[in-house]
């Protein structure tokens, strides 16, 4: 039998007009440095509308791919909506690739058109020549232009266009966004989002970051990256007040544009985080109106919820996700009706799985694990917002039974809590059993003295491998080997107890920010770090 429902597409456009309709009067407000500047709704929506008129004039059809090179500011938001309202694909640049990375995304996406930030003009004239899709640039605000070539300017470009646009009937399935992956192994791979699975992600973020139209949302996660975890869309659908940061990422401005503009919600990944709370420690700096933040992109150390919480008032929640997955996929709110003593211990797991994803843990030879908080395994997801393909690659190995295989290692537990133990390929094994480098890492990142770690396995000649804890110490302060380990004792099983140590000024970090931990076994295969010893591997 069939329902009496109408069938109505899910699409970007939806979201886009009822944002431009509803809430015509909410704001946007991008920060320059000292000052913010102020649009409302309405006056992006019709700059978005210029935006596709002049798409449309440099010959974009539906489902061309349309590049931007930018930070979280109004005119890239203006391209979230114009680019897949009109049907072309959004297709955003991560601006921490290296040149040859971007030159091989860009010539894999085929994009017709880049739209670059003055700032990133250098980054962009430099492999300018590598791109032959290229036929259009448009380059954003002030700056010199000069080694770039041909290129229109944004702000004059659009100003000539109509701010009506007949945007199209789309094909929920078609293709809204995409965005690569940035993996440290091989090339990265292309993630397609469509029209649907944006618009029940949309769904999904609300519901799980509890958003309304009071929201005052700074959105510091990169637009650059997997849509910046849906925000720009979720608050459009809401009328939330967006604060945009622009390229001001560093602990100081950020500050300062709170301290004008008062956010009460805010997303980012932990080494943001880490680097404002050191900051409003340091300076007393108000971050007050925050009453929510959102973590996620790596594991978040109870001692940085904790501190939130005690320090600044602020409710720090873990969330994971991967480009693969849209990103949202868990997120660690407590379950009703437990005893406050127990709340932090709920709080500092990776996360509830989200209504609409499905996740997994299974064993080597591929059959699925109890949900028992103890059976390690592989974790794979599937759901309406997870890829099931990359962009055109065969990966066969990244899938199993229609289930994304995500690399990460960990465990669930009966409530559908998960916890991440590792990445597959930084598992460390020894002596046939598994030692969680998160776990450690999170619990050195609570000593006083520690301001980083980041744990891997090294070559071992009696256990195959061991750990190797790699730790930057806070400016002026002290910690040995022997201290440190004696602050893990008794927190972890003896056995896991790293004897290699080794000090250093930073950790190498991947363009997204994360800790490269490839890149760290090679500069320990190549004896680059000071290793000192503590202690024996006991069993
Ligand atoms: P990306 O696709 O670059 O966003 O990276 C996704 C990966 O980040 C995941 O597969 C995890 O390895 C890691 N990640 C994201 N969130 C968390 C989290 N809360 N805890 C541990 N790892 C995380």
Redesign the pocket.
């Known amino acids: 039998m069939n329902s009496t429902m109408q069938s109505h597409q899910l699409t970007v456009t939806s979201l886009m007009t009822r944002g431009a309709r509803v809430f015509a009067q909410s704001e946007v407000i991008t920060w320059q440095g000292e000052a913010a500047r102020h649009s409302t709704y309405a006056q992006v929506a019709e700059r978005a509308a210029r935006l596709a008129n002049l798409l449309t004039s440099m010959g974009v059809e539906p489902g061309d791919r349309v590049a931007t090179l930018a930070w979280n500011n109004q005119e890239h938001l203006e391209a979230y909506l114009a680019i897949p309202c009109m049907g072309a694909v959004l297709h955003t640049l991560n601006l921490r690739l290296t040149p040859q990375q971007l030159v091989h995304i860009v010539n894999d996406a085929q994009d017709r058109v880049v739209i670059v930030d003055a700032s990133l003009v250098p980054l962009l004239a430099a492999i300018r020549e590598h791109l032959p899709t290229v036929e259009h640039v448009i380059v954003v605000g002030e700056g010199d232009t000069t080694a770039l070539g041909e290129h229109v300017a944004y702000d004059d470009a659009i100003s000539g266009q109509s701010s009506e646009y007949a945007w199209p009937e789309i094909d929920e399935l078609s293709a809204a966004a995409m965005c690569y ?3 440290t192994t091989g090339d990265p791979k292309g993630v397609v989002y469509s029209h649907r699975a944006i618009w029940l992600h949309c769904f999904g973020v609300w519901g799980a970051f509890g958003l309304d139209e009071s929201a005052r949302l700074l959105m510091i996660v990169p637009m650059f ?2 849509n910046a975890w849906g925000i720009p869309y979720v608050a459009w659908m809401l009328g939330c007040t967006l604060l945009l940061p622009d390229r001001f990422l560093q602990p100081e401005p950020l500050c300062a544009f709170i301290k004008a503009e008062q956010p009460t919600f805010t997303g980012g990944v932990p080494t943001i985080f880490t680097g404002m709370l050191q900051h409003a420690q340091a300076t007393g700096a108000d971050l007050s109106s925050i009453k929510r933040a959102i973590c ?5 150390p109870r001692s940085l919820i904790e501190a939130f919480r005690d320090k600044l008032g602020i409710e720090l929640i ?7 997955t849209s ?1 949202l996929g ?1 997120i660690a709110f407590p379950p009703a009706g437990i005893d406050p003593d127990e709340e932090m211990a709920w709080r500092s797991k ?2 509830r799985m989200v209504p609409g994803v499905d996740l997994r843990v299974v064993a080597e030879d591929g059959t699925e694990l109890p949900w028992d908080g103890q059976s390690v395994g592989e974790l794979e997801a599937r759901g309406p917002w997870i890829t099931g393909s990359y962009y055109g690659v065969e990966a066969p190995e990244r899938f199993h039974d229609g289930w994304l295989r ?3 290692v960990g465990v669930i537990d009966a409530r559908g809590y998960l916890q ?1 133990t590792d ?1 597959s390929k930084d598992v460390i094994k020894s002596g046939g059993e598994w030692i969680s480098s ?1 776990e450690l890492e999170n619990i050195l990142a609570a000593h006083p003295a520690v301001a980083e770690a980041a744990v891997v396995g090294v070559a071992d000649a009696k256990w195959e491998e061991r750990p190797l804890a790699a730790v930057v110490l806070r400016a002026g302060a002290e910690a040995s080997p022997e201290d440190l380990r004696s602050f893990l004792d008794g927190k972890v099983a003896k056995w896991w107890l790293p004897e290699r140590w080794t000090f250093v000024d930073e950790l190498p970090k991947t363009s ?1 920010g ?1 800790q490269d931990k490839k890149l760290l076994r090679q500069q320990y295969a190549e004896g680059k770090f000071d290793v000192r010893e503590a202690g024996k591997a006991a069993r």
């Open positions: 992956t940035t993996g990256h997997v996620g992109g790596s594991a978040v873990q969330a994971w996700g991967m480009t693969e990103p868990c990776t996360g995500t690399g990460d991440i990445r998160v997204v994360k």
